[in-house]
């Protein structure tokens, strides 16, 4: 040990930030691992047969699951989802309430990203008045967007919000409703429906493991040289101080 000497204060940086970098490289891994999973069950529900309303209300596991409607929307009460971004360019999610007529159960339905280049107007949009026969599937995030700011309860329609909680849209409208979002596939009834199934895939996930792993690695490797370091100009030291008494 005399030969290794880094100090109190870079040991004590060490031992915090060592284990929080390898902590957070495993964590990355685990998040790439998911996302994987994602992606895979979304694939395989994606290419299945839809089922029906009724169904779709007794799947335990209802993510991606796709799902054949026939009813109408509601076009007074409909959402806007806010800061939804594509290819560059601002805009909105226009999600409406969808009755189905064979199970009786209401759906917000998803139709499409609507460009919103000018704050200062409305989003223009249609809503169809005859029913309709289409379909759709049962989006659920991964997990809970962040918000800095919650969306205020209650307001005039169409309501501009950040994010979609169905449950406290349906209890505020006095319906029995699907607590998750629906996503319409293409058609007559839609606009632009290509939506990335997660915002970050599995292989930035593991990029950005590699780099915590790269950067703990580093850091071990100058608390190593340090400790030689500083041991060799010590021994040097105390070496010139023998020699000058001598």
């Known amino acids: 040990m005399k030969r290794f000497r880094p100090g109190i204060a870079p040991t004590l940086v060490v031992l915090v930030l060592l284990p929080l970098m390898v902590s957070l490289g495993f964590w990355q891994l685990s998040r790439g691992q998911e996302k994987q999973a994602l992606l895979e069950n979304y694939a395989e529900r994606r290419a299945a047969e839809p089922v029906s309303a009724e169904q779709l209300q007794e799947t335990l596991d209802p993510a991606f699951r796709r799902v054949h409607l026939r009813g109408a929307f509601d076009a007074e009460h409909s959402v806007l989802l806010d800061n939804r971004m594509r290819d560059g360019k601002a805009g909105v999610e226009l999600l409406q309430p969808f009755h189905d007529q064979a199970s009786g159960l209401w759906l917000w339905l998803n139709r499409g990203w609507l460009p919103w280049p000018d704050r200062r107007t409305p989003p223009a949009f249609t809503t169809p008045a005859q029913p309709l026969s289409l379909d759709a599937w049962v989006y659920v ?85 340090l400790g030689w370091h500083n041991a060799r100009e010590k021994h040097h030291g105390n070496s010139h101080e023998s020699t000058q008494h001598v």
Request: glycine content about 10%.
């Open 141 to 225: 995030a991964p997990g809970e967007t962040f918000q800095l700011h919650a969306d205020p309860d209650g307001g005039a329609w169409p309501r501009l919000l950040t994010a979609l909680h169905p449950a406290a849209l349906w209890a505020e409208l006095g319906r029995n409703g699907f607590t998750y979002e629906l996503r319409a596939e293409a058609g007559p009834a839609t606009y632009a429906t290509h939506w990335p199934v997660v915002a970050m895939g599995p292989e930035k996930h593991l990029g950005y493991a590699v780099q915590w792993f790269a950067m703990a690695l580093a850091l071990c490797g100058l608390y190593l040289y």
